[in-house]
């Protein structure tokens, strides 16, 4: 809104020199404005978040702010999912941008003037950059404003890459495994078959091809399925769900298909902030991949049978059917586990032990389902859709569920928005 100055009919006007007076007193205020303003933010560096209030961004960013060392811009659509509403967006600059358009200049006006009002960012930190369109995008409007790029990429790019899976080898995926077939024909059906995967490389061949060529320094940090607080991907949740209600008439038996691998990684949440923090501050890091997860092997089946034991049920197993008379949420990839012992060598990477990572897990979903009613009922519909074939043995199931619940009502197929 704009604002005038009003004036009282009948005032005497000011001489040429009570205006020069003014103008002086308010040049005066402005630079002491000013002045108190950088005095608040001297010595703080810039960090640019693409993406950020996420599972791991937002996990990330309250460290960060935690050290009260920078001024952070996160650049996203504007979602903020549990409490990251209290945790991260008043604490920094958010600025609302779709990288699905093509012209971020024209669609994410206020990135735009952040970039163009920053002489260097200390980091990029990329934490949805799910399309080589998006990152050639970003490239090109940071230009040399970038110290270093983190690019939080996945344990995927191996399932398009060349190499036998775990299961035949038994060895497991290190980083220079993510080259892509000289086959044509095979390069095609890979990419086809793991799509997330072909563009997750895609991006990190863009950001090399960009270095080559002169560009900023970069870093790829690999994950596996990300477990911890804020989990909200439906993976862990889903068997979780699955063996709380076990005794829920109509409820089947966990079931598992029998391709199932039995061996593959997954990555503990702070795990994967701790090592953002570590290759940000170690230039000698830069221009590499590096593989971080758990060191033990993670089996999905014995997984479950822990899970049970974290609920305090003792004897839930998994049976195997066939695949196509079952289903899978974990593992995302079939390729098998990956090798950290580059990251442990380069910036002295310690994993977190499984099974802390699995009880970290579960307490949270514990706490957050009781206390959280939303949460359990978007939760509790997704997990009967992917669990029931039919809406009749979907309704009977979550109709007993929801009674014994106070406060929930189902409501599937109804609007949430007064919920």
């Not at 996203?76 to 779709?98: I, K, L």
């Not at 399309?131 to 983190?150: A, C, F, S």
């Not at 702070?270 to 092997?297: F, G, K, R």
């Not at 939760?379 to 309704?395: N, Q, R, T």
Request: hydrophobic residues 40%; negative net charge; proline residues 4%.
């Amino acid at each position: 809104m704009k604002h005038r100055l009003s004036r009282r009919m009948g005032t005497v006007a000011r001489s040429k020199n009570e205006g020069r007076v003014s103008l002086n007193l308010l040049l005066v205020l402005c630079l002491s404005i000013f002045t108190t303003a950088m005095a608040q933010v001297e010595g703080r560096r810039k960090i640019l978040t693409l993406g950020g209030n996420g599972m791991i961004g937002s996990a990330t960013l309250t460290r960060i702010i935690a050290t009260g060392e920078y001024d952070i811009t996160l650049a996203s659509r504007g979602s903020w999912p549990f409490n990251t509403s209290d945790t991260v967006a008043p604490h920094v600059n958010h600025v609302e941008c779709d990288r699905e358009s093509e012209n971020i200049q024209e669609s994410c006006p206020e990135l735009w003037q952040d970039i163009q009002s920053t002489e260097q960012y200390h980091a990029v930190i990329d934490f949805s950059g799910f399309e080589p369109e998006w990152v050639r995008n970003t490239i090109e409007i940071l230009g040399e404003k970038v110290r270093v790029y983190i690019y939080v990429s996945s344990d995927s790019v191996y399932e398009v890459s060349e190499g036998k899976p775990f299961v035949e080898t038994g060895t497991k995926s290190v980083e220079t495994d993510a080259v892509r077939p000289s086959d044509k024909t095979l390069q095609m059906q890979l990419n086809q078959k793991d799509e997330y995967g072909h563009a997750k490389l895609a991006c990190e061949e863009m950001l090399v091809e960009q270095k080559l060529k002169g560009g900023f320094p970069f870093v790829f940090l690999r994950f596996a399925d990300v477990f911890g607080k804020g989990d909200d991907t439906n993976r862990l949740l889903f068997y979780y769900l699955w063996i709380k209600y076990q005794d829920v008439p109509g409820v089947p038996q966990v079931h598992l298909p029998e391709s199932t691998p039995e061996a593959t990684s997954i990555t503990g949440l702070n795990d994967a902030v701790e090592s953002i923090l570590a290759v940000m501050d170690q230039p000698d890091t830069w221009n590499e991949a590096y593989n971080i997860a758990c060191q033990e092997l993670f089996d999905v089946n014995s997984a479950i049978t822990m899970i049970g034991k974290l609920m305090g049920k003792e004897h839930v197993q998994a049976m195997f059917l066939p695949d196509d008379e079952s289903f899978n949420m974990l593992p995302s990839v079939i390729r098998g586990p990956v090798d950290i012992s580059k990251a442990g060598n380069s910036f002295k990477f310690q994993p977190t032990k499984l099974d802390t990572v699995l009880k970290e897990t579960i307490g949270w979903y514990d706490a957050e389902l009781q206390s959280n009613l939303k949460f359990l009922d978007e939760s509790l519909v997704e997990w009967a859709i992917e669990l029931f074939e039919s809406e009749d043995e979907m309704d009977h199931v979550l109709l007993q569920i929801f009674e014994k619940i106070d406060g929930l009502v189902y409501h599937y197929g109804e609007e949430m928005d007064e919920f």
